[in-house]
Each structure stands twice: as C-alpha cells, then as structure tokens.
C-alpha cells in the first residue's frame, strides 16, 4: 500500500461528475472512496473497473449521503482503514423538478435532504480528522442554477444556492487550520441527470451558453482537481463556474 497517496471520498462517484473526478484522482494513484446510493451496481463497479486500470486503489460504497448515521459509519470506516481523508468531493445530488405550485412537500425535502444536508453530514463527519492534520481539501458541487435560478427548480436551486452559503461559512471556519473549501458551480453538463431533459429544454439551454457546446463531466473535474492541488492553496471560499459562460 502507498502510504502517500492522498485518500479521497467521493460522494455519487459512480457516474456522471463524479466519476469522472474519480478518474482524474486515479491518474495520481490516490486511494479512492466512491460512495452511491442505487442498489444497482451496475454504474460503480464499471467506475472501480475503470479506476483499477490505472492501478488507483477505489472501492466503492453502498451509503445514503443524506442518512446522518449512515455517513458517519462510511467516514469512520474509512478513517479507521486509512488513517485520513485528504479530500471530500461533495458531489452526490439529484433533481426533482416541478413547478412550486405542483411541488409536494416530499419532493422539496427530498431534493433538499439529498443535495444539501448531505454536504452538512460528510463535511461534518471529516473535518474533525482534516483539523487534527492541519491539512484538507473539500470541495461541493453546486451548479449555476443556485446562483440564477430556474423555473421548476426551486428545491434544485434553493439546495444548490445553499450550499454555496455553506461553502463559504466553512471556509472561514476552517482556514485557520489549512484547510481549504470551494464549490464548483456546473452549467449544463452531459450526464443521465441532464440526458433526462428534452431536447427542447437542452436546445434552450444551448442557445444561451457563450461557448455554443453543452460542457462534458471531464470539464467540470479538471476544475474539481485543481482546486484539489497545491497550487490552488491560496484560494477558499470560492464558486467556480464550469458553464461555457451561462453564469458570468
Ligand atoms: P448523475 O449522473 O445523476 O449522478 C449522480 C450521482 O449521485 C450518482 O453517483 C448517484 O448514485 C449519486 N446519488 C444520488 N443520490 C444519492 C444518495 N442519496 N446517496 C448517495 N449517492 C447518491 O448526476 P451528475 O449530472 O453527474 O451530477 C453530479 C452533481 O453535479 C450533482 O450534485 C448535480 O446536482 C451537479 N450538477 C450537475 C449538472 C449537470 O448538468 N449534469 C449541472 C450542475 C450541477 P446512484 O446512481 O448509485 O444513486
């Protein structure tokens, strides 16, 4: 076992975003904890096969990101096997959409428990460890809808405009103790989340993106990973629009 190599947790790493940043953390061999939620393993057992190729130790758990005691035990787990977490990707995160007036209570505390408490329970359930190293990288996965809204998507957006508070309220928690924590703020990125819109919406959406292209889950790792390096040390705080320039 490589004792160096940085020990990452990413939440919903099975697909999408998520494996993609798990892909870019494999090519430095980290060790990689990818947590999901589908009974189906179908989607992260191709994410650990595609990791082992590069020879990254991953493996992958079964764990509701927005169950308190559940979190707990992965990060517990995972603190006992490995010693540390050098980095928490907050990426898990699910869209319900419906017009407010047509939104169950269900939906929005769905939405609401999914993408946003989920982010209070691992962040909460890491940072400990990350203070006692004087060292961490934690970045959240927004999405530009926090910041601009849109129809049909007031818990997405209200979930994703929140986080965007929480990254910014921990930074300064932490900063004292080297640990650095940002958001990355997606635009329209090709992925099942976003292959469950219609072509109409997608073309909507096209039209307004500076960069004429809908963005791939590689462009929104490559952002997640530098922010992950030393060379972005002096930057907390921050949401990084990975939009094509939908948000600008
Ligand atoms: P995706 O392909 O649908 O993947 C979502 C991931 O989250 C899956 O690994 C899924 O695992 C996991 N997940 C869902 N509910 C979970 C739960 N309760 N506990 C643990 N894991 C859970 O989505 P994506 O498009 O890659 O999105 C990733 C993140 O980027 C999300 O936070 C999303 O809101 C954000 N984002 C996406 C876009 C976009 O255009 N795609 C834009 C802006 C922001 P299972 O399948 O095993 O449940």
């Not at 319900?96 to 946003?116: I, Q």
Request: glycine share 10%; aromatic share 6%; with cysteine.
């Amino acid at each position: 076992m490589n004792d160096s190599a940085r020990v990452v947790v990413i939440t919903g790493g099975s697909m999408g975003i998520g494996r993609a940043v798990a892909l870019k953390f494999a090519e430095e061999k980290a060790k990689i904890i990818v947590a999901h939620y589908d009974p189906d393993d179908s989607a992260s057992s191709t994410t650990l096969e595609l990791l082992g190729r590069y020879g990254a130790e991953a493996t992958s758990h079964k764990v509701d990101v927005s169950d308190y005691g559940e979190v707990e035990a992965l990060f517990k787990d995972t603190i006992d096997r490995f010693g540390r977490v050098d980095v928490l990707i907050n990426n898990a995160g699910i869209a319900r959409d419906a017009l407010l007036m047509r939104m169950s209570e269900d939906v929005w505390d769905t939405v609401l428990k999914v993408n946003l408490k989920s982010v209070f329970n691992c962040t909460q359930a890491v940072v400990r460890s990350m203070v006692k190293m004087k060292k961490g990288r934690i970045v959240n996965i927004s999405s530009v809808v926090g910041q601009i809204g849109n129809p049909g998507q007031a818990n997405y957006a209200a979930s994703k405009a929140g986080i965007m508070g929480f990254t910014k309220s921990i930074a300064r928690e932490v900063a004292g103790r080297g640990i650095t924590v940002n958001a990355v703020a997606p635009g329209y990125i090709k992925t099942d989340m976003t292959d469950a819109l219609s072509e109409k919406v997608r073309d909507a959406f096209l039209e307004q993106i500076p960069l004429r292209r809908i963005g791939e889950p590689n462009d929104v790792a490559e952002a997640v990973y530098w922010l992950c390096s030393e060379a972005a040390g002096y930057i907390t705080g921050q949401v990084i629009h990975v939009s094509g320039g939908l948000f600008m």
